[in-house]
């Protein structure tokens, strides 16, 4: 009976294209792993080596493919741009450090989440070095800014007010590149499965390559995730970066992520410091030739 019930919630977590609640199960699908582990151990040496066998076999399909995706990606391709993404908190008491450390690290694009009144010190203490700038309104906790080295071009604006999403599209030395700041809501039973729907008609209307950052609520390995990427031609760049402590640190959620134009060479993803947040900053470089 326990090792049905473990089995079906893997399997489960697998079922985010049907109901939000796969997605919800698929952040915990490491765990569900797990525990399938011992359970797989414990009927096998209960002389149930058929049932044992079969769990164990889910674990390896559930377990394998999440650590194998948080092992560091050697590309071998040096990287022309690079995106900083940070959820700065509402809370945020003092912007002097996360400006200078961005500053530090003197990146091409910027994505933020929980832009306030009071966070915005951080889009303003960049204006200089990052002069295209663009902010949507979201909830309570803050809207949602994309920042770039590089000139917006006319007319190419965009927000999803409410809903958690800000674009323009910058001209680079290579070419037109959109850069997207995405915030989605906690996943079922809370909101986050409406606001892709919402979300989705404008993703798919961008042309070109495209670059997201994001506080997307959401695991590397869920049914989301994919989704927008597949919608927007990227791929998440690097490694899984674990990017949310919980529970004093015990726990720590990787669900702020870095998309770029897939096949032009993603070189990898650093965690960086919180100063001051609650979420690591991620830091991705990629290039845009093939």
């Not at 933020?112 to 009071?118: A, G, I, P, W």
């Not at 303003?124 to 800014?145: D, I, T």
């Amino acid at each position: 009976m326990l090792g049905a019930l473990v089995v079906g919630l893997v399997v489960a977590s697998y079922l985010g294209i049907v109901h939000g609640l796969g997605d919800s199960l698929a952040v915990i699908r490491p765990g569900l792993a797990v525990l399938a582990v011992v359970v797989g151990a414990l009927l096998w040496f209960a002389r149930r080596p058929r049932a044992g066998l079969a769990v164990l076999a889910v674990a390896l399909v559930a377990g394998v493919p999440v650590v194998w995706s948080s092992l560091p990606a050697r590309t071998g391709v040096e990287h022309a741009y690079c995106v900083y993404q940070k959820n700065l908190s509402f809370r945020l008491a003092d912007p002097a450090p996360l400006i200078a450390d961005i500053a530090a690290h003197a990146p091409d694009f910027v994505t933020l989440q929980e832009v306030t009144d009071r966070t915005r010190a951080v889009m303003v203490g960049l204006a200089e070095r990052l002069p295209s700038q663009h902010l949507c309104p979201f909830a309570a906790v803050g809207g949602v800014a994309v920042l770039s080295r590089w000139p917006m071009i006319a007319g190419t604006a965009r927000c999803a007010e409410g809903d958690g999403l800000a674009a323009m599209q910058v001209e680079t030395p290579e070419g037109p590149v959109w850069i997207v700041a995405i915030h989605l809501h906690w996943p079922f039973p809370y909101r986050q499965s409406a606001q892709v729907e919402r979300l989705m008609p404008m993703l798919e209307t961008l042309e070109g390559p495209i670059v997201i950052g994001g506080d997307f609520n959401m695991v590397p390995w869920s049914y989301t995730l994919g989704r927008i990427a597949g919608a927007t031609g990227s791929e998440r760049a690097g490694a899984v970066t674990y990017s949310l402590p919980m529970a004093g640190g015990w726990v720590t959620l990787p669900i702020d992520h870095v998309l770029v134009p897939q096949g032009r060479g993603a070189t990898g993803a650093e965690r960086l410091p919180l100063l001051g947040s609650d979420h690591h900053g991620v830091l991705a470089g990629f290039a845009l030739a093939r």
